[in-house]
């Protein structure tokens, strides 16, 4: 698989057509953001980290029956994806209050939620990505109605398949968001799953594992990727 053109810088990854059509890579970089591109740092690592622990995600989901856009980690930080019509909807799962959904209902982080909650939330920076329905979602044509069904079960399904593969690493799996595309008239999971996009919390200590760590300065960002991805089972060598 050849390299081509970079086709879209994104925050944390950059995107490459190759010599096929129907493939992009995935590079996975050190650069880490914030608060919608207002704190940024490169974490020396992180590129490697997120991308192992990416292929291994991607690959449990896939062995359990859910559509991803996954095709083979190339090298540390690349791998390649089927390339897909990516649909401008972030789908969010909860399983304890935090973040955002804290904020907003002024509830208290760490409250655990008997059922899961899912969000659909706009994919756009300069609008801080905000909070959305379905109705918006149908008004203004992002994606249709049979997609918006499927991407809010094939979420939940990924968290009834995560959660306990988190729990067996004595990890909570907090909350996470995914971003679909189309592939021909089917939905498929795109983006990535990393500790950069989802709240991991050690089972016993609470401790937070994922990118808080860096939104809140605590330190030893990439070890605690690290710990995640040790505790999984992710190799961390080729
Ligand atoms: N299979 C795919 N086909 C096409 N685009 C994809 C695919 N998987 C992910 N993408 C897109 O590639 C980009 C990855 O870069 P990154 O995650 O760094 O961007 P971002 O800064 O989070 O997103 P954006 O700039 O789009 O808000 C995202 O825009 C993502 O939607
Ligand atoms: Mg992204």
Known sequence: MKKGDLLYTGKAKSVYTTDQADRLILHFRNDTSAFDGAKLAKLDRKGEMNNRINTFIMGHLES??????????????????????MIK???VVRNI???????????EEGFDLDQPVF???????????PFINDSHIRAFSWASDAEIDAMRTLTLQVND?????FAN??????????????DGDQLALGDEFTP????????????????DRFRRDLGDVVEAYEEVARRLGV????
């Not at 029956?65 to 994806?81: K, L, N, P, Y």
């Not at 950069?196 to 990118?211: E, F, H, P, V």
């Not at 190799?235 to 080729?238: E, K, S």
């Open 89 to 91: 909807v972030e789908c």
């Open 169 to 182: 690493a004595g990890i909570l799996l907090v909350d996470f968001k995914l971003e679909f595309g189309r």
């Open 64 to 85: 359990a029956g859910i559509a991803t856009h996954f095709i083979e980690r190339i090298s540390a930080v690349d791998s390649v994806v089927k390339r897909l019509d």
């Open 196 to 211: 950069d996009g989802c709240r991991l919390w050690d089972a016993k200590t609470r401790n937070k594992l994922d990118k």
């Open 97 to 107: 209050v935090a973040g955002s959904l804290s904020k907003r209902l002024g509830i």
């Open 235 to 238: 190799p961390l060598q080729d």
């Open 161 to 165: 398949i995560l959660k306990p593969l």
């Open 119 to 129: 969000e659909f939330f706009l994919k756009d920076d300069a609008l801080h990505d």
